[in-house]
């Protein structure tokens, strides 16, 4: 996968070359390529921003220089050439979620546009949708200062879904949310710490009877921490079993 990545500041995104990204990209299952916006300002300034139109508070990018850079880094929309999905990470986003993630994991090419201040120039979002399919994203019902975090954020979340970026592909495929539910806790060796024992199942050996328990805590943690999980999975995804729970 080809991922790009254009930002005011290039270093923000430095963590990508590390650990398992890091990896990733040596062992070329990605390549990352970071942009500075500024590369494509033709002022002395290099002025990436301006007041709103309507007033209010606040900077808003400017337009000629964003469709610059995305005609750069995504071309120009020539026939027959490849195009990538456009992200742009926006508070105002709809929700990025491990669906999203999944959906993302299957495309050969992302760019990720990261806004600044108020916002980018709705237009540069209009205009590149003539061109490639454009997502505005958001990771979360807070407000971030910046698109970069949350770039990082998305980039990791599809990164380790890749062929041969986890070292052991079942942690992706027993993840929280692959089946709608919460992962339940888990427990490496000594068998008694700080006079806490690890439940005895766990020891037992009995699989069909470690999965039950298995299954049983995540059904447990996610009615209490996300009940609206719950209410969301599909019709017949619990058993008999677990509605006992
Ligand atoms: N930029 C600022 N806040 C954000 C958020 N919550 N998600 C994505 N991008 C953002």
């Not at 963590?15 to 494509?40: F, M, N, Q, T």
């Not at 808003?60 to 050439?81: I, Y």
């Not at 592909?169 to 710490?193: I, K």
């Not at 996610?222 to 019709?235: G, V």
Request: with cysteine; aromatic share 6%; net charge negative.
């Amino acid at each position: 996968m080809r991922i790009d990545v254009i930002t005011i500041f290039p270093d923000y995104l430095n963590p990508l070359r590390e650990a398992l990204l890091g990896k990733a990209i040596e062992r070329e299952r990605i390549s990352v390529g970071v942009h500075d916006l500024r590369d494509w300002t033709h002022d002395v300034h290099r002025a990436v921003d301006d007041s709103p139109y309507g007033g209010g508070p606040g900077m808003v990018m400017k337009p000629q220089v964003w469709g610059e850079a995305l005609d750069s880094v995504c071309g120009t929309g020539a026939k027959g050439g490849p195009v990538p999905r456009l992200v742009v990470p926006t508070p105002a986003g709809r929700p990025f979620d491990q669906r999203t993630a999944v959906r993302w994991s299957a495309e050969p090419w992302l760019v990720f546009a990261c806004g600044r201040y108020e916002g980018i120039d709705q237009r540069v979002i209009e205009d590149a949708a003539t061109r490639m399919p454009v997502e505005e994203v958001s990771i979360g019902d807070y407000v971030l200062v910046g698109g970069e975090v949350a770039a990082l954020v998305m980039i990791e979340a599809v990164a380790r879904l890749l062929p041969g970026v986890l070292g052991n592909p079942l942690s992706a495929e027993q993840d929280s949310f692959s089946d709608g539910l919460l992962e339940g806790p888990c427990y490496t060796r000594p068998e008694v710490w700080r006079g806490r024992a690890v439940p005895d199942v766990l020891r037992s050996g009995n699989h069909a009877a470690i999965a039950r328990w298995r299954r049983d805590q995540a059904l447990a943690r996610t009615y209490h921490r996300r009940p609206d999980l719950l209410e969301a999975l599909p019709e017949g995804a619990l058993d008999a079993a677990d509605r006992a729970q």
